[in-house]
């Protein structure tokens, strides 16, 4: 691919000195420094995971790198892409083409029935309606969804048929990059192994993979590292 | 690439009071940007500067036209700008009345614009306005009723209609989805939404809903007093606020 010649150390995720402090102007201008010097690299076909206690940041990092938490410090590149001051129709573009990303939570959009908002990605990519309706199909039935609800909007949906749902969306790509956000939770152990296997199957394709699992089975299953963000916590004052 | 729409130190007052002030932002083709704000903060008064409805004091607003590249929108003279605002432009307003013939047909209400610019076979028109009627979801057998006639969330479907029919490349929107119940607003939303993607719209839609921006633009500007406080793609701003006023306007919502 033409932009690997673009990426330094051959990651297709490739951070380094990134910080991330929140302000909070509305509760007394409190500032909390949640992040200072992170730094990681996943290459293609390689999944890793971030790990570390609750709070620790692996959400913070990984919305950093979607790009709806600003990196106000270091360098995040993904597929040679910078995001660290990006424009926004940069960022764009990146998603569109490049970047995957399952969410915790599948954010539902009313009347829009579950097929189509599988398919979106697809589409947006200029895909034929007919063409990305059949590969939504496919996964939809693969992930267990029946098919009565495939025309329903996800709305109604149970928690664990929504985060299905949003693992199709995610997976109906073939992404060179792709975020997931604890894709196992609130899955049965049939359901997660399907899961697993559309992970196995993405990084054989060659996507590098950033994942947050609480369940330590699935990271030994499917990644080949771990990266503690308790690394990447700023020394507090404590006597503050 | 050419940018669709670009704005340098655009400023508003009436007499000595502030409209809007110091507004510089580059639109490019495809994009859909939000723009947030309190009552009062100046946005209607920027989307009509910048739909050539109100001459602005200060700055320029470059269009990138179709034969001769980007030009200040202000510069052109009024049969230029009439021309543009009938077929690169459209302009949604939030009450239909205001983009609505009510006394001519919906199908009369179509058609019009298609024969503003130059459409002069009957059949033609008719087609293409019941075939538009039917894309915004009013049953074509209505096609010959007045928009009178019509619930407030049909109107405002209408008017989306006679606004696309003619193929514009820039949508300006002034609270599209205000006045209206919240299910008539979903559908009308999720009607937009696929409009814009399908025909790869660039639009500026002025709107205080965030759900509407979370689900419409690719790009949010924030207004206060006249002035953008903070831009940037629509879930940074959202999830991530950097300015006080933002974090306020995030946080007094229940979850978008
Ligand atoms: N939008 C925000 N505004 C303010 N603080 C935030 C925001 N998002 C995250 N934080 C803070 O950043 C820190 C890291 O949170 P984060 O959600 O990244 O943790 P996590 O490692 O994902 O935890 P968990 O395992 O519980 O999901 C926390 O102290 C959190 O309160
Ligand atoms: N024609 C006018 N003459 C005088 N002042 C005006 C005029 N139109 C608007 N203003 C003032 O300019 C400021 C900006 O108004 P504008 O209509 O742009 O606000 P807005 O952000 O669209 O508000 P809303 O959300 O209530 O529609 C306000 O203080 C308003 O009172
Ligand atoms: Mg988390
Ligand atoms: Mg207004």
Redesign the pocket.
Known sequence: MSISCKMKGGGMIEISGVGKR?V?HNQGGVV?P?MEGAALSVRPGECVALV?A???????LMRMIWGNYRCDQGSIRVAGVELCGAEPRDVIALRRNRLGYVSQFLRVIPRVPTLRVVAEPLRAQGLAEADALARARALLARLNIPQRLWSLSPTTFSGGEQQRVNIARGFILDWPVMLLDEPTASLDSANRAVVLDLIAEAKARGAAILG?FHDADARAAVCDREVD?TGFTPARDLSA | MTPLLKVEGLGKFYGRHLGCADISFTLWPGEVMGIVGESGSGKSTLLNCLAGHMPPDTGRVMFDTRDQGLRDTLEMSEPERRWLARTDWAFVHQNPRDGLRMNVSAGGNVGDRLMAVGARHYGDIRRQASDWLGRVEIDAGRIDERPRAFSGGMQQRLQIARNLVTGPRLVFMDEPTGGLDVSVQARLLDLLRGLVRHFGLSAVIVTHDLAVVRLLADRLMVMKDGHVVEEGLTDQVL??PQDAYTQLLVSSVLQV
């Open positions: 929140f909070l909390l949640v570390g609750s709070g620790a940041g692996k959400s913070t947050i963000v | 999830d991530d």
